[in-house]
């Protein structure tokens, strides 16, 4: 299972990159609003420093609705760096672009997905990616788990190699969760990566094994 980070703040991917458990980085563009990165130029250099900073895929996506800006967007973005996945809504024109940047060689990641017929379209578009939003889903009080269930069972079905990557992560919960559906990488905050650290019980299974150490060596 990849450990993908979704932000584009430096010292949190940074410090996930340090753990030594990170995968890749997913951007969007509220995330590199978020930051004060904006202008095509700016934008340009800070996926570039992404990608120096892990080794993995970063996702980067495009502003253009319309299938000839996608494919342009896509390929300038594609160019900036090897490990840039280019990020495509789901919509009629992305589904089209995503077939031709998987005719073209260029890695997708296809977003914005809510529903299994639209993951469906994704992989059948040779999606590299699939990004199904969990936490958005759960935020309308529907069960955003059974949307990567269902998907899951789909691409099984027909061998799809398309991965599956749970998105809008809100919490460690949703991480597990997720691993035991089988999804193929999670994206979230760091807090939902190093929430996996935490258990009362390590916490004072070590204070004692120190505190004897000490008793022991004193
Ligand atoms: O990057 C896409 C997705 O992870 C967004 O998450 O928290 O804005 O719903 P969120």
């Known amino acids: 299972m ?29 995330l590199m609003a978020k930051e004060g990165i904006t202008g095509e130029k700016n934008i340009r250099d800070h996926y570039l420093k992404i990608c120096e900073l892990v080794d993995g895929d970063v996702s980067a996506e495009v502003i253009a609705t319309d299938f000839e800006g996608i494919v342009k967007e896509g390929e300038a973005l594609a160019d900036i760096h090897p490990q840039i996945i280019v990020k495509v809504p789901m919509i009629k024109e992305g589904v089209k672009a995503l077939k031709y940047f998987s005719n073209h060689g260029i890695k997708t990641n296809c977003t914005l997905v809510f529903s299994p017929g639209q993951a469906l379209l994704a992989a059948k578009a040779g999606a590299t990616y699939v990004s199904p939003f969990i936490g958005r889903i759960d935020d309308i009080s529907s069960n955003g788990l059974e949307l990567i269930e269902k998907i899951r069972l789909i691409y099984d079905n027909y061998g799809f190699e398309t991965e599956i990557l749970a998105a809008s992560i809100r919490h460690t919960m949703h991480v597990i969760e997720c691993a035991e559906i089988g999804a193929n990488v999670i994206t979230g905050p760091l807090s939902s990566i190093t929430g996996l650290l935490k258990h009362p019980l390590t916490d004072i299974g070590l204070e004692k094994f120190l505190a004897d150490y000490r008793k022991g060596n004193s």
Request: proline share 3%.
């Open 2 to 30: 990849k450990f993908f980070i979704d932000t584009a703040n430096l010292e949190q991917i940074q410090e996930a990159q340090d753990l030594g458990v990170l995968d890749g980085v997913t951007t969007n563009p509220s």
